[in-house]
């Protein structure tokens, strides 16, 4: 019997090459699928973006902009773009940096990625992850292998985070050990290098309460396996909930590494609208006042939890926090490709 991750490795293969296809049929028409009006010529360079490097694109300045932005409904390709630009019009310009998820075994990149670079946008990627042991023994060797031949053929740099947040208890039955951890995500990367996948900026995404506990840290697979730092910060992490405090041992961690910061998860929950609002401007003034942050996406999705408790930390019902938003765009800081209103 052909063993699981080669028919898996397959239909990965081939879904890709339908994905790109597809695609190619939306970029002919130069239309984001669900939408009737053409992208702007939203750049006032005529470049398409940060030239590509082995560690992938940086803003020489500033932090980019971006979000997950959860569709209403199924999260169809056609969606996930869809519901990104709804997402773009209520905050009142576009952004920079699409941030999408997917699981292990499913192929990417996808229809919504590939319309995104299509359309001069970075992306970051979330992979999430498998047993550890059984990566690092190379059980899943060909599924690696088609991924990166897959984001290669992008021929674009992408910021790709592999099993964010690992620093979990509630993933230790999957991860095993940071030194399990560290393990796998070398082997992932060497054979990506092996590929000659190298428009992959690596991220590293523990949380942020990890390192108020001080278990995040072990977990660094090393400054020669990163390209980005990362963290995602909540203001259920910490009994003061303001993002400063939340994020406060992360960043004086980083700074003995020389990395550009991507904030890869940040929100509050809006049934106190004057409370999420308040703690999103926050979060605003300490990116600025660190210029090792260089991107941030906003978690923008209503849902909930693994202990079964609801959350509702999207933006788009909270007009004191879309205003909110609208004038930290506004700032240059905030936009260093100089992009223009979605309306």
């Not at 509630?170 to 399990?180: C, F, K, M, R, V």
């Not at 923008?300 to 205003?323: F, I, Q």
Request: aromatic share 10%; charged share 20%; proline share 8%.
């Amino acid at each position: 019997m052909t063993p699981v991750w080669k028919r898996l490795s397959a239909i990965a293969v081939i879904a890709v090459a339908l994905v790109v296809a597809a695609v190619a049929t939306l970029a002919a028409t130069d239309r984001l699928p669900g939408l009737g009006d053409k992208v702007p010529a939203v750049r006032h360079t005529a470049d398409a973006g940060p030239p590509m490097r082995s560690d992938g694109p940086t803003p020489p300045r500033g932090v980019w902009m971006g979000a997950w932005a959860k569709p209403a409904g199924p999260e169809t390709q056609q969606a996930l773009v869809s519901s990104f630009i709804g997402y773009e019009k209520a905050v009142g310009r576009r952004l920079d940096l699409p941030h999408l998820y997917h699981p292990w075994e499913k192929p990417f990149p996808r229809a919504a990625e590939l319309t995104f670079l299509r359309h001069q946008y970075q992306v970051l990627v979330s992979w999430g992850g498998a047993d550890t042991r059984a990566i690092t023994a190379g059980q899943y060797d060909d599924l690696i292998r088609a991924r990166a031949r897959a984001v290669k053929r992008l021929g674009r740099p992408i910021l790709l985070m592999w099993r964010g947040e690992m620093d979990r208890p509630n993933l230790q039955a999957q991860i095993w050990s940071p030194q399990d951890y560290i393990a796998a995500w070398r082997h992932i990367r060497r054979i990506f290098d092996d590929v000659g996948a190298r428009n992959v900026g690596w991220v590293w995404c523990p949380t942020a309460q990890g390192f108020t506990e001080n278990r995040a840290q072990a977990y660094y697979p090393g400054d020669n396996q990163v390209d980005w730092l990362c963290v995602d910060a909540y203001p259920d992490e910490a009994d003061d909930p303001s993002f400063a405090t939340v994020t406060a041992p992360f960043l004086k961690w980083a700074k003995g590494h020389d990395k550009p910061i991507v904030i890869g998860e940040y929100g509050a929950d809006r049934r106190d609208a004057q409370a999420q609002t308040a703690w999103i401007r926050g979060a605003w003034q300490t990116i600025k006042a660190h210029p090792q942050i260089h991107a941030a996406t906003y978690f923008d999705e209503d849902n909930v939890d693994k202990n079964g408790h609801p959350y509702k930390y999207s933006v788009r019902g909270n007009p004191s926090a879309l205003h909110a938003f609208g004038r930290v765009l506004a700032d240059p800081y905030f936009n260093p490709d100089h992009l223009l209103a979605r309306k």
